[in-house]
């Protein structure tokens, strides 16, 4: 079948309160072959985040005890809490044809591409500080210890910005839209993600008219 096709990788990393979880949904309500990839997580849930949804949140003793088995695709330990990538459960989905978004952070990324070379590694950036300072303010879900502690990561993660393949700022989020969904369309045409594709057309050509 000419549309058959390999499920990509798709790694959206941003500072915290740029705008990743807004735009990621966006992406996962339109594209039905995006499934998001549920990180575990020692953090405590949020007023409105669900486990097995959300997150799978974790005890530490139990995140540890994935760690060792080597359940991680990639782990790290962000504003004081861990965050891994159950690998099993992503490979799974690419093996079914599924894209994969991941929202994860710089450190995770940077260990993703051992595993994953060929995914569409994206950084998207806030407008400026003040802004960024405003959304965190603005969603209201952190207190302004953990807001300086994400103001102060902002900075280490974007000194890793030549990390990655692409860069969004996220000022108008219309705009900011339009290019994550250009690069994941993008990355869905490339050869690699498509092997039998031509192959699959010149055959249908048959011997003769
Ligand atoms: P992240 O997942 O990166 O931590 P969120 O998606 O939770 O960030 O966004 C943080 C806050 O900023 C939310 O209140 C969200 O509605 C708001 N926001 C996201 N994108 C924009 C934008 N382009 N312009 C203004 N506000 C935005
Ligand atoms: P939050 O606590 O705001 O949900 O997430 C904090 C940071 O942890 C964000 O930058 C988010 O992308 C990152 N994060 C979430 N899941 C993972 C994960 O599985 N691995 C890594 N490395 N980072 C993650």
């Known amino acids: 079948m000419t549309s058959e096709r390999l499920g990509q990788v798709l790694v959206l990393c941003a500072p915290s309160g740029t705008g990743k ?50 359940a991680f695709a990639e782990w790290a330990e962000v504003h004081g809490n861990f965050y891994g990538t159950p690998r099993a459960a992503v490979e799974q989905m690419l093996a079914s044809g599924r894209d994969v978004l991941f929202d994860i952070d710089v450190q995770g990324a940077s260990q993703l591409k051992y595993s994953f070379p060929q995914g569409l590694y994206v950084l998207l950036l806030p407008p400026s500080r003040d802004e960024l300072l405003r959304r965190l303010r603005g969603r209201g879900t ?58 699959g057309i010149m055959d249908g050509f048959g011997p003769g008219l």
């Open 21 to 70: 979880s807004t735009l990621s949904g966006r992406l996962l309500a339109v594209f039905p072959n995006l499934s998001f990839s549920i990180s575990c997580t020692t953090r405590a849930p949020r007023a409105g985040e669900e486990d097995g949804v959300h997150y799978h949140f974790k005890t530490q003793e139990e995140f540890l005890g994935l760690k060792d088995q080597g």
């Open 142 to 199: 952190d207190s302004e210890e953990t807001i300086a502690k994400r103001m102060g990561n902002a900075l280490k993660e974007m000194g890793r910005a030549a990390e990655f393949g692409y860069w969004i700022v996220n000022d108008d989020l219309e705009r900011a839209y339009a290019g994550l969904r250009s690069v994941f369309v993008a990355g869905t045409l490339r050869p690699a993600c498509r092997p039998n594709l031509v192959q």
